[in-house]
């Protein structure tokens, strides 16, 4: 469950501008792909088509032989966990958070992704901004934190697919480090799509697609793009 089947998939948001130009690809359930490329490349734009946030204006776009047009957007949704560059925290609990997306997940459930998140110490307190509006003392979450809550969320949530937005490049290297683990965990049999800046974070993935205004430049193993160079 979780093929991806991207079949000559073109997009424009404005119909002037082509942004992606006949990409093909597919991810067999379980197994990650990595879409590495410049700024503007069109490699979120890839991630949206996914999600379903717009349709194709060419090709399709399908999931287990699925044409994404032909499903509800709450199906394809609900199939996808995705842990975001910014992590927008809601007003409430870090296990608040971390439930959302599943909130008939027991207690347990919720600590135990929590723990592989590596964030169980602080669960019970309120993120900063909102402790303030009402009156209490909260926790400053750091990036790299508030991104783990995402990733606890996802574990919890168990989609058979998932997208990762990269950007650890704003980390420090510790803190790059701590997440790549958890990451590496909740992406572990799960069909995984990463959007990355830079081949070197990529180095596990089964494929790497490198996306060049819209169009794949290259594509092949870390090994193989390495020999290319
Ligand atoms: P990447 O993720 O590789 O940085 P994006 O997929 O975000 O690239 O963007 C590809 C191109 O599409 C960029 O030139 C960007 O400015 C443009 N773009 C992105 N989102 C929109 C939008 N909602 N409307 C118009 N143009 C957009
Ligand atoms: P669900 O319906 O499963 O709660 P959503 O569709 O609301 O999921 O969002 C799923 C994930 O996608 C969330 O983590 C959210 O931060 C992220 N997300 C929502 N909108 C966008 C967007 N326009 N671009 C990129 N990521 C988004």
Redesign the pocket.
């Known amino acids: 469950e979780g093929t991806i089947r991207f079949d000559d998939v073109k997009f424009h948001?404005?119909v002037a501008?082509p942004?992606l130009k006949g990409i093909s690809f597919e991810v067999p359930a379980g197994k990650t792909i990595a879409?590495v490329?410049?700024?503007?490349?069109?490699?979120?734009?890839?991630?949206?088509l996914l999600f379903r946030f717009y349709d194709v204006t060419g090709g399709s776009v399908s999931i287990d032989g699925q044409d994404l047009r032909s499903v509800t957007q709450e199906s394809v949704r609900g199939a996808i966990g995705m842990v975001p560059q910014d992590t927008v925290l809601f007003n409430d609990t870090i296990a608040y958070n971390i439930r959302y997306g599943r909130p008939d997940a027991t207690e347990e459930e919720v600590r135990e992704a929590a723990r592989m998140a590596q964030i169980h110490d602080f669960i019970e307190r309120l993120p900063e901004g909102y402790a303030a509006e009402v009156g209490e003392r909260g926790l400053k979450l750091s990036g790299g934190e508030k991104q783990r809550v995402a990733i606890a969320r996802t574990i919890l949530k168990a989609p058979p697919i998932l997208i990762l937005d990269e950007a650890t490049s704003a980390l420090d290297t510790h803190t790059e480090r701590e997440i790549q683990t958890a990451l590496d965990q909740v992406s572990r049999n799960r069909t995984t799509l990463v959007?990355a800046h830079r081949l070197s974070t990529v180095v596990n993935a089964d494929q790497i697609i490198v996306?060049q205004a819209?169009e794949i430049a290259e594509r092949g193993t870390h090994t193989e793009l390495l020999a290319m160079k």
Not at 37 to 48: L, Q, Y
């Open positions: 948001y404005d501008r942004i879409i490329g410049p700024s503007g490349a069109g490699k979120s734009t890839i991630s949206r959007i996306l819209g």
